[in-house]
Structure formats: structure tokens, C-alpha cells
């Protein structure tokens, strides 16, 4: 596929930017020399070339997408229509608060209902993604120990069947990570956390459902664990939508959590964002919040910042319009919706798990919640078939691959999530899938190193692409 660079042809333009309509302002020195260097196209040559790109994507609308731990399902257009609403998108941040009730009512109405399903008591919507709001919780942990005079807190425990994110984010607030092991079951090992704990202990970051798809039965337990050795809880609830309207962090002994407002609540993601991770906490917790936070009632909604506020953690109120679709979907789905959403999104899940594990391995695979972790190693141990295999083989079936090598502690991990969107004839036809992809590597592991066979790209090379990534034109090596 050629480049818009490689398209361009001297003269060829289209008329996007409408003739300048202001006085035109003289730069002096610092207006550059000469125009930039820009693909000269035709509009028709312009359209062709995205849509040309757009066809070798895959979203929601073009296919299944079990991606775990990403929850990459359906979200309704209306919500995409109302956050489109001029009213949302037209509202300018620094405009006098009395001109724009109606914005500040929705972050008061949406924190309030994200509480409300979270059991916390008060909830910043700055965070801009999930691991944002990881960094943010903990600093609200080491702000209270730092306020309370507790200077020697300065370890975060981290079970290994959490989120990537978790221990990353914990380092980046400065703390020690301590890595606790899962049990055979796959929950947190009780006695290695009962070692782990200690007068050096901040907290405890706790991934639940964890990676493997799993409610940890231990959770009182767990939570009662780090409470009694001084530390708090902070709950990665990026896996929300599988307990949704059933559990609630802050009933489980949980002091703060993070939601992802871009996976659970309706805003489409996977292109990079803009995402959002709203952080609820207990009231203790809640002078430490970012600010500003709303307060008020109906026509005299005020900003105000907690009076121990650790500063902002982004400009202004947060990705808003991601906020304006979370509240949408939260008054479209209703009190009934929330948890009806959450049991179909774990019943697809074990519909999945059951018509797969005769043919796959599922090491902790009983029962799930929103996803699970099938291990090709049997496979793989057969035919020579890996995960990696059968996920891009996949691509040649029109579904997007699961998460794959994730968690760690499955070693050929794929990792499933249908989510609560999806129909029974689209899992019933993903496990044909599956299972015609089994049979060919039985029959020929070998060939499928080769997949995918029909796309336009196959294998690229990934680590390259990530460490010496090629972001300008080369313009014949200059
Ligand atoms: C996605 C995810 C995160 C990180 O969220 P981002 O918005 O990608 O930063 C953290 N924890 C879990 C369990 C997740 O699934």
C-alpha cells in the first residue's frame, strides 16, 4: 500500500481549509522559511487511502473481539450521539461556572453513581486511563500515611495475577513492589501474604477478577490481611464489568479503586485512547483527592479542591466527553441493566470456557468470571502449534486475537473475553473456529507458523517496530 507521500503529485490539492476569515497575524522571525513539506493529493486520493487503511483494521463493527482484559465490547451509538451534543463539546473549561450547570451536573451525577456501584464515598474523574488512575489511588495511600506522621510505609504488595499496570504504577509513585504468588487455585496464597506484610507495608494493590478471569474467594479475608498490618486497599476495577451491580469493592474492605470508564462504560477504545479512570475512595481518603470536584445541587453546582488535595493529576476536569457516555450508558442500562449486563458478560464467558476445554487446556478453568486463560502448551507440545500460531490464524477467520503470553504465569496464555455483547451464534462460531484451527495443527503444525494467509500483513517484527519505530517520511534518505 503506497504512502500519502508516495500519492502525492505536485499541484494535486483539495479544499478542506475554508479561506481565512480573521486579520492575518505577521510572525516575524519566527514564521518559518518555507511551507512545510505536505502530500499534495486529490480529495478522491485522500479517501481512497484511508479507507484503504480503515480495511485492514479491526473493530467492534467488523468483527468478534475476545481481547481479554480489554473488554472490547458494543457500545451504543446513542451514547456516542449525546456525547456529541454541542452543548458537551462547545463548553469551553475556563467558562464561569454559572454557564455551564448543566456540565457540572453530569460530573456530579456520574461520580455519584460510579460511588454508588463502586461503595465508595468520593471519586475524582480526572485520571485520563486505567493506569492514571493506579497512580493516582496510590498517592492518595501514601498521602494518608505521609499525613499521619507514618513515614516508613513504603511497600506496595502486588499478588502476581494482576494487571501489567499495577506493580508499573506502584514503582512510578516511588514505592518497593513485593510480589505475592497465587495459590493453586489461582487466588492469592493467604500464608505468603501473611509473610509479606510488615510495618513497611503501604498497601495492597489487588487485580479482582484477577487475570485469570478469577473472583478471589479469600477477598474479606485479604483485604482484613493488610488492614490489620496498617496498610490500605486499592482495587484494580478495570475488570468491573464482570461484577457490576453484584459486588462491590468498597463492601470487600476495599479504602480506593479505579474504574475504566473506556472499557465498562461505553466509550470505544483500542485506537489509544482518550480513555478515562475515574478513582473513588472511603471518606477518610477523599481530603487527599484531586481537585477540583464538584459540589452542589441542581442550578448551583461550585468546583471546589479538598483542602489536603495532592494537586491535579490532569488539566482541567478529564476527558469529559468519555464521562458524559459512562453516564449515558448508566441511566440507559438503569438499577436492572448494570447487573444484567455483568451476568451475560460472565455467562458468554463460561458458555465459551465450557465448549472449549475438551479440545484446549484451561489450567484454572472450572468456572470464570468475564474471561479466562486457555495454555496452548499441550498443543504446542503436540504439533509444535503456539499461542502465537493460533492467534494470528485467527486473523484469516475474521475475529481478532485474544490476549496472548498474558498473565505470566500461564506460559502459552490466551486470554478470552466474548463480553456480554456478543450473540450465541457468534461464540458458536468462534469455537468452530477453534476447533478447525486445532485440527490443522494435528494435521500440520508447521503450516501454521506461516499464518495468517490472507492478510496484508503477517508477522511483522514486533520488537523493532516497538524499540526503533519509524515515525517520519524518508524523503530519499535525507
Ligand atoms: C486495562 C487494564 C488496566 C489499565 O488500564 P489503561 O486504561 O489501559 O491504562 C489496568 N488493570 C486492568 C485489570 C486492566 O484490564
Redesign the pocket.
Given at each position: 500500500m503506497q504512502l500519502l507521500f508516495e500519492r502525492s503529485k505536485p499541484g494535486r490539492k483539495l479544499s478542506l481549509i475554508p479561506a481565512c476569515d480573521v486579520p492575518a497575524v505577521d510572525f516575524g522571525d519566527a514564521a518559518r522559511d518555507a511551507a512545510p513539506r505536505l502530500p499534495q493529493l486529490a480529495e478522491v486520493d485522500l479517501g481512497r487511502h484511508y479507507t484503504e487503511l480503515c480495511k485492514q483494521t479491526h473493530g467492534v463493527n467488523d468483527g468478534f473481539y475476545p481481547l481479554g482484559?480489554?473488554?472490547m465490547k458494543y457500545n451504543p451509538r446513542v451514547n456516542e450521539e449525546l456525547s456529541a451534543l454541542p452543548g458537551f463539546t462547545g463548553v469551553h473549561p475556563l467558562q464561569p461556572t454559572a454557564t455551564a450547570q448543566g456540565c457540572l451536573e453530569v460530573i456530579a451525577k456520574t461520580s455519584e453513581m460510579l460511588n454508588e456501584i463502586c461503595g465508595m464515598d468520593a471519586m475524582t474523574l480526572q485520571p485520563a486511563?486505567?493506569?492514571?488512575?493506579?497512580f493516582t489511588g496510590l498517592q492518595l495511600i501514601r498521602a494518608y500515611h505521609l499525613d499521619r506522621g507514618d513515614t516508613a510505609r513504603n511497600k506496595i504488595i502486588v499478588p502476581d495475577s494482576a494487571?501489567g499496570?499495577?506493580p508499573a504504577s506502584a514503582v512510578m509513585v516511588g514505592f518497593e513492589v513485593v510480589a505475592v504468588p497465587s495459590n493453586e487455585q489461582g487466588g492469592v496464597d493467604l500464608e505468603a501474604l501473611k509473610e509479606a506484610v510488615g510495618e513497611d507495608t503501604a498497601g495492597l494493590m489487588l487485580?479482582n477478577p484477577n487475570?485469570l478471569g478469577l473472583f478471589d474467594p479469600n477477598i474479606l479475608e485479604i483485604t482484613k490481611i493488610i488492614h490489620e498490618a496498617g496498610g490500605l486497599c486499592y482495587y484494580?476495577g478495570?475488570?468491573l464489568n464482570a461484577v457490576m451491580g453484584h459486588a462491590r469493592p468498597g463492601d470487600m474492605g476495599f479504602d480506593c479503586v479505579h474504574v475504566?470508564l473506556?472499557?465498562t462504560f461505553s466509550t470505544p477504545h483500542g485506537g489509544g485512547g482518550p480513555?478515562s479512570?475515574p478513582v473513588g475512595c472511603k471518606e477518610f481518603l477523599a481530603p487527599y483527592l484531586p481537585g477540583p470536584l464538584v459540589a452542589g445541587n441542581e442550578g448551583s453546582y461550585e468546583f471546589f479542591t479538598p483542602e489536603k488535595s495532592m494537586g491535579r493529576v490532569r488539566s482541567f476536569y478529564g476527558n469529559f466527553l468519555v464521562v458524559v457516555r459512562a453516564l449515558a450508558y448508566i441511566l440507559t442500562l438503569g438499577k436492572e441493566g448494570i447487573p444484567e449486563a455483568s451476568a451475560n458478560a460472565v455467562l458468554n464467558a463460561n458458555y465459551l470456557l465450557k465448549r472449549l476445554c475438551d479440545l484446549y487446556s484451561v489450567p484454572f478453568g472450572e468456572q470464570c468470571m468475564h474471561e479466562f486463560v486457555i495454555d496452548v502448551e499441550p498443543l504446542k507440545h503436540d504439533t509444535g502449534a503456539s499461542a502465537m500460531d493460533v492467534a494470528k490464524r485467527m486473523l484469516d477467520f475474521g475475529v481478532h486475537p485474544p490476549t496472548m503470553y498474558f498473565p505470566l504465569i500461564v506460559h502459552e496464555a490466551l486470554m478470552i473475553e466474548p463480553t456480554e455483547t456478543e450473540a450465541p451464534e457468534t461464540l458458536d462460531e468462534f469455537v468452530d473456529i477453534m476447533r478447525s484451527i486445532y485440527d490443522e495443527a494435528q494435521a500440520d503444525g508447521e503450516k501454521l507458523h506461516h499464518a495468517p494467509f490472507t492478510r496484508f500483513i503477517g508477522r511483522p517484527d514486533e520488537v523493532n517496530a516497538a524499540r526503533k519505530p519509524i515515525l517520519r517520511y524518508d524523503f530519499d534518505g535525507e
Amino acid at each position: 500500500m503506497q504512502l500519502l507521500f508516495e500519492r502525492s503529485k505536485p499541484g494535486r490539492k483539495l479544499s478542506l481549509i475554508p479561506a481565512c476569515d480573521v486579520p492575518a497575524v505577521d510572525f516575524g522571525d519566527a514564521a518559518r522559511d518555507a511551507a512545510p513539506r505536505l502530500p499534495q493529493l486529490a480529495e478522491v486520493d485522500l479517501g481512497r487511502h484511508y479507507t484503504e487503511l480503515c480495511k485492514q483494521t479491526h473493530g467492534v463493527n467488523d468483527g468478534f473481539y475476545p481481547l481479554g482484559s480489554c473488554t472490547m465490547k458494543y457500545n451504543p451509538r446513542v451514547n456516542e450521539e449525546l456525547s456529541a451534543l454541542p452543548g458537551f463539546t462547545g463548553v469551553h473549561p475556563l467558562q464561569p461556572t454559572a454557564t455551564a450547570q448543566g456540565c457540572l451536573e453530569v460530573i456530579a451525577k456520574t461520580s455519584e453513581m460510579l460511588n454508588e456501584i463502586c461503595g465508595m464515598d468520593a471519586m475524582t474523574l480526572q485520571p485520563a486511563a486505567g493506569a492514571h488512575g493506579e497512580f493516582t489511588g496510590l498517592q492518595l495511600i501514601r498521602a494518608y500515611h505521609l499525613d499521619r506522621g507514618d513515614t516508613a510505609r513504603n511497600k506496595i504488595i502486588v499478588p502476581d495475577s494482576a494487571h501489567g499496570t499495577n506493580p508499573a504504577s506502584a514503582v512510578m509513585v516511588g514505592f518497593e513492589v513485593v510480589a505475592v504468588p497465587s495459590n493453586e487455585q489461582g487466588g492469592v496464597d493467604l500464608e505468603a501474604l501473611k509473610e509479606a506484610v510488615g510495618e513497611d507495608t503501604a498497601g495492597l494493590m489487588l487485580t479482582n477478577p484477577n487475570t485469570l478471569g478469577l473472583f478471589d474467594p479469600n477477598i474479606l479475608e485479604i483485604t482484613k490481611i493488610i488492614h490489620e498490618a496498617g496498610g490500605l486497599c486499592y482495587y484494580d476495577g478495570a475488570n468491573l464489568n464482570a461484577v457490576m451491580g453484584h459486588a462491590r469493592p468498597g463492601d470487600m474492605g476495599f479504602d480506593c479503586v479505579h474504574v475504566n470508564l473506556h472499557k465498562t462504560f461505553s466509550t470505544p477504545h483500542g485506537g489509544g485512547g482518550p480513555g478515562s479512570g475515574p478513582v473513588g475512595c472511603k471518606e477518610f481518603l477523599a481530603p487527599y483527592l484531586p481537585g477540583p470536584l464538584v459540589a452542589g445541587n441542581e442550578g448551583s453546582y461550585e468546583f471546589f479542591t479538598p483542602e489536603k488535595s495532592m494537586g491535579r493529576v490532569r488539566s482541567f476536569y478529564g476527558n469529559f466527553l468519555v464521562v458524559v457516555r459512562a453516564l449515558a450508558y448508566i441511566l440507559t442500562l438503569g438499577k436492572e441493566g448494570i447487573p444484567e449486563a455483568s451476568a451475560n458478560a460472565v455467562l458468554n464467558a463460561n458458555y465459551l470456557l465450557k465448549r472449549l476445554c475438551d479440545l484446549y487446556s484451561v489450567p484454572f478453568g472450572e468456572q470464570c468470571m468475564h474471561e479466562f486463560v486457555i495454555d496452548v502448551e499441550p498443543l504446542k507440545h503436540d504439533t509444535g502449534a503456539s499461542a502465537m500460531d493460533v492467534a494470528k490464524r485467527m486473523l484469516d477467520f475474521g475475529v481478532h486475537p485474544p490476549t496472548m503470553y498474558f498473565p505470566l504465569i500461564v506460559h502459552e496464555a490466551l486470554m478470552i473475553e466474548p463480553t456480554e455483547t456478543e450473540a450465541p451464534e457468534t461464540l458458536d462460531e468462534f469455537v468452530d473456529i477453534m476447533r478447525s484451527i486445532y485440527d490443522e495443527a494435528q494435521a500440520d503444525g508447521e503450516k501454521l507458523h506461516h499464518a495468517p494467509f490472507t492478510r496484508f500483513i503477517g508477522r511483522p517484527d514486533e520488537v523493532n517496530a516497538a524499540r526503533k519505530p519509524i515515525l517520519r517520511y524518508d524523503f530519499d534518505g535525507e
